[in-house]
């Protein structure tokens, strides 16, 4: 039966200099506040999109460059997923993947790093600080040791990324004690813009 996505997208911000397809996947374990695709993230989307119609659709697109997958948490899905980016690969050698996730599941990232050309790992707090992380996504006891091995296991590869929302809530210190960490690691770190989701029921907590 292979994969369903929700939908996809072009972007030249996803991978900066790359024309990107960016595919959405359902399902995550985590429920961050504000998260633009909590619908997504408590599976209540349709899944029109086969892996046959993504293909048809890099056919297509001669000059893409990259795919990014992204969700909801596509590492929770590993062994389809490596499945589906070697079958893309077999059929457009010179295309490149990226994965997103939130680290969580260090031995997917590992699982994963065969076949693809980097990760976007999501640092939503300072890496050592359990309540602001546990404030951010949810999770009681957020897992970050997972996190940091993720981060680990995601470098040296050309894709990877790491990757901050600059939520409201994060003071200046926290920020840096973020860049700091990330350098220390040799990885690209980028701060993203934080855009308000009034709507996410993940606020409300």
């Not at 899944?47 to 997958?69: A, G, H, Q, T, Y």
Request: contains cysteine; aromatic residues 8%.
């Amino acid at each position: 039966m292979g994969l369903r996505f929700v939908s996809y997208t072009y972007s030249t911000k996803d991978a900066p200099g790359m024309w990107a397809l960016v595919l959405f996947l359902q399902g995550c374990n985590f429920r961050c506040r504000h998260c633009h695709n909590w619908k997504l993230a408590l599976s209540l989307e349709d899944e029109p999109v086969s892996e046959e119609d993504v293909l048809k659709e890099i056919s297509r697109n001669p000059f893409l460059d990259c795919v990014v997958i992204s969700g909801g948490e596509p590492t929770l899905r590993a062994e389809e997923l490596e499945r589906f980016i070697r079958r893309l690969k077999e059929e457009n050698p010179s295309l490149r993947v990226r994965v997103d996730t939130n680290g969580s599941l260090p031995s997917a990232v590992e699982h994963l790093s065969g076949v693809v050309d980097g990760f976007a790992v999501d640092i939503k707090a300072p890496p050592d600080d359990e309540e602001l992380y546990a404030y951010t996504t949810g999770k009681r006891k957020p897992p970050l040791e997972e996190i940091k091995k993720s981060a680990e296991l995601a470098l040296g590869k050309p894709l990877t990324i790491l990757r901050t929302v600059n939520y409201p809530w994060l003071s200046e210190k926290d920020r840096e004690r973020i860049k700091r960490w990330c350098g220390n690691l040799g990885a690209r770190w980028t701060l993203n813009e934080f855009l308000s989701v009034p709507d996410c029921p993940f606020n409300a907590r």
